[in-house]
């Protein structure tokens, strides 16, 4: 399975970016995704996921994303979205994707995209 992220670069603070990530490989069920973000000298923290949960799914967001990120899915491209407006500077980091992927002979296991970097600046 490889996560491919894309959409992150320079913005100005109050601008918007919206991160996109597929999922590609041997996938039978995709359980969730999300996106987490690391700053310089900070742990990586979960910025958005969406999760199956019964017969819809649960969102759950950082309390600095509410009001300003949207995370979405689209269960048939494999793919998540963030979209982020309202950009701050404290936004600035390496944001990743995350999947938590079902097979029959793997059970259920996370992987990480690669990263794609955000800047917040004037």
């Known amino acids: 399975v490889q996560l491919q992220a894309s959409g992150g670069g320079l913005v100005q603070p109050g601008r918007s970016l919206r991160l996109s990530c597929v999922a590609s490989?041997?996938?039978?069920?995709?359980?969730?995704m999300g996106w987490y973000r690391q700053a310089p000298g900070k742990d990586r923290e979960l910025i958005a996921d969406v999760f199956n949960s019964g017969s819809g799914s649960r969102t759950r967001y950082e309390e600095s994303a509410k009001g300003r990120f949207t995370i979405s899915r689209d269960n048939a491209k494999n793919a998540v979205y963030l979209q982020m407006n309202t950009l701050r500077p404290e936004d600035t980091a390496v944001y990743y994707c995350y999947a938590n992927i079902w097979t029959p002979t793997t059970g259920s296991i996370g992987y990480w995209g690669q990263g794609t970097q955000v800047t917040v600046s004037s």
């Open positions: 490989g041997r996938i039978t069920i995709i359980n969730g």
